[in-house]
């Protein structure tokens, strides 16, 4: 199966052909996350015979993906975060139906597992960095914060957060819940 990548030019507004993802068995709601470097990881999501554990990695100066190393496990309803030291937090649903988390070192281009997300998430909705580096992870029934400093997750309770959860709008300000915004003064602005 080929699975063909465009890139969209607000510019010109048209979309035009980039390389393939190397995930011969398809890929359906992975995630992609823009890395320092430039280039874009792709991560797991579901494919022809279940979730996976496999990577792609774009690189925009060859126009070309390359296969990348397999996750821990395999992941679906998962979230990728960008820290600010340029690693990636990936978190979520797991294969075995437990909530994991792990890194994405691009230097080494290794992952390496992080301490277990201490909630029990149903579905993880949606993560985002605050400027001051820690990651909000919302679920559909509790919110955790990453905390790189201490390396740590902290369960953060955010009232009547499932009923208005939503997929950030805007990747450059998204607005994550409106008790997030209104939080967003203690912890700093979701960048």
């Known amino acids: 199966m080929e699975i063909r990548v465009e890139i969209y030019d607000p ?3 048209t979309f035009w052909q980039t390389g393939n993802i ?3 068995a398809g890929r359906a709601d992975p995630t992609a996350t823009l890395l320092h470097d430039g280039r874009v990881l792709v991560t797991g999501g579901l494919n022809a015979v279940g979730s996976s554990a496999t990577t792609d990695i774009y690189d925009p100066i060859s126009g070309t993906f390359s296969k990348g190393p397999n996750m821990s496990t395999s992941r679906f309803s998962h979230t990728a975060i960008l820290l600010s030291d340029g690693r990636v937090l990936i978190a979520g649903e797991a294969n075995s139906g437990k909530l994991t988390a792990e890194f994405f070192d691009p230097t080494t281009n290794v992952f390496s597992q992080a301490l277990d997300i201490i909630a029990d998430f149903t579905t993880v909705f949606v993560g985002v960095r605050f400027k001051d580096g820690r990651a909000f992870i919302v679920g559909s029934n509790i919110t955790e914060l990453y905390d790189p400093s201490g390396n740590i997750f902290r369960v953060f309770n ?4 499932r009923s208005r959860c939503h997929q950030p709008s805007n990747a450059r300000k998204p607005k ?3 008790s997030a915004a209104e939080i967003s003064s203690n912890y700093g602005v979701l960048s």
């Open 176 to 178: 994550l819940v409106k």
């Open 22 to 24: 190397t995930e011969t």
């Open 11 to 13: 510019t010109s507004k």
């Open 158 to 161: 955010l009232i009547g957060i």
